[in-house]
Nanobody, 127 residues
């Protein structure tokens, strides 16, 4: 069973930065085959993915965050990071990491394609 725990959310002003963490258990970021994604959901909106990547190193970004957000991982801590810079009020949402034990990125923008989710962490950006 894969267990994901996000942390690092908070409130920042526009232009600020935050780093979110997604600690994984039941899935080795170093050795396993997997795909993961970061999603976000604002009140009244559907959950949307903005970055997808797999254990082979393929990464896909949505234009809305490309160039402002980056991802990295620490294999020793089995933790995925999302660095968010130049934050905008429209980035305000609850952020989730998701995982699945395969590398089929096709269709992964759909939240339903992932079976493992964290509880999310809130990011609020004020203008």
């Amino acid at each position: 069973q894969v267990h994901l725990v996000e942390s690092g959310g908070g409130s920042v002003q526009a232009g600020g930065s935050l780093r979110l963490s997604c600690a994984a258990s039941g899935l080795s970021l170093r050795y396993d085959v997997y795909r993961m994604g970061w999603f976000r959901q604002a009140p009244g909106n559907e959950r949307e993915g903005f970055v997808l990547f797999d254990s082979a190193g393929t990464t896909l970004w949505r234009d809305s965050v490309k160039g402002r957000f980056t991802i990295s991982k620490d294999n020793a801590k089995n933790t995925l990071y999302l660095q968010m810079n130049s934050l905008k009020p429209e980035d305000t949402a609850r952020y989730y990491c998701a995982a699945e034990k395969d590398q089929f990125l096709g269709g992964s923008w759909m939240p339903s394609s992932f079976g493992y989710w964290g509880q999310g962490t809130q990011v609020t950006v004020s203008s």
